[in-house]
């Protein structure tokens, strides 16, 4: 699938220290006052707040020791989930092994559970620039792995090169080979050493992946992409910002929650 991915750069960066980079990270999440993942699933939840019709229903899907199942507050289409670890970890590159393993179990389980031919998935990573904590994109600074079920590997590949199109072109560039030939955690150890520290955006389904480091203060639109996967999926009418969201996006963003929980198991 290279031939969809803008050329790699002859001399791609080395990885920062990782360790100094975990410290610093774990400095920052003692210092978080809210979070909507740690803090905000039964207290303040923004979910039950814009979906009061879902109240009585959990919003955890499923969950293990460490990582748990939940859906998107404004889904693009149905079945479109966030993978989340319990512990509140900056972004995936941070995970230790042991969540890695228990993030594989779960995103196996999550395949089968959307039974589609392929998923659609990104992550908005925050990293660190010049010792100070930095997005890439994102508002929430707790690692959480969007999941999107698609019918047609093309749907992804039109993302992609839209994706490629619209973010900031000096932002550094790396294809992390074929996905479909390394186990789930082999993945994310690669996203790991690609990211080096740095935020990144993250873009992938079953076969490919592409990871897109910020290492020059760059200004990265706002939920990019999440926007440009509506766009491409849905059209112009695509609907996306949660923060922006009409009465006639929540009714479309219910319709989706509700086939969401139908799909893990819950009448409703």
């Not at 400095?27 to 879902?54: I, K, T």
């Not at 020059?216 to 923060?243: M, Y």
């Amino acid at each position: 699938m290279t031939e969809f991915l803008r050329p790699q750069p002859e001399s791609f960066n080395q990885p920062q220290n990782l360790g100094e980079e975990t410290e610093k990270i774990d400095a920052f999440e003692n210092e978080v006052s809210f979070c909507p993942f740690c803090d905000g699933l039964e207290n303040d939840s923004r979910f039950y707040q814009q979906y009061p019709e879902l109240n009585g229903f959990p919003q955890v899907l499923f969950e293990t020791e460490s990582v748990m199942v939940l859906p998107d507050l404004a889904p693009v289409k149905s079945g479109h989930i966030l993978i989340v670890p319990k512990k509140h970890v900056t972004s995936y590159a941070f995970l230790d092994d042991s969540c890695r393993r228990e993030f594989a179990h779960v995103y196996d389980r999550v395949k089968q559970i959307l039974n589609k031919p392929d998923t659609l998935e990104f992550e908005h990573g925050s990293g660190f620039l010049n010792n100070e904590k930095t997005t890439c994109g994102n508002s929430v600074f707790h690692a959480h792995w969007h999941v999107i079920p698609i019918s047609e590997s093309i749907e992804g590949i039109k993302i992609l090169d839209k994706m490629l199109d619209e973010i900031p072109a000096d932002m550094d560039f790396k294809s992390i080979g074929l996905r479909g030939s390394l186990s789930t955690e082999n993945f994310l150890s690669e996203l790991s050493e690609n990211s080096g520290g740095y935020p990144y955006l993250v873009f992938s389904n079953s076969d490919w992946a592409v990871v897109l480091r910020e290492k020059d203060n760059i200004e990265v639109p706002s939920q990019i992409l999440r926007r440009i996967s509506a766009l491409v999926l849905h059209g112009e009418k695509g609907r996306w910002n949660w923060k922006n969201a009409t009465d006639n996006d929540r009714q479309i963003w219910l319709d989706n929650l509700r086939q969401t929980y139908h799909l893990f198991g819950y009448q409703i």
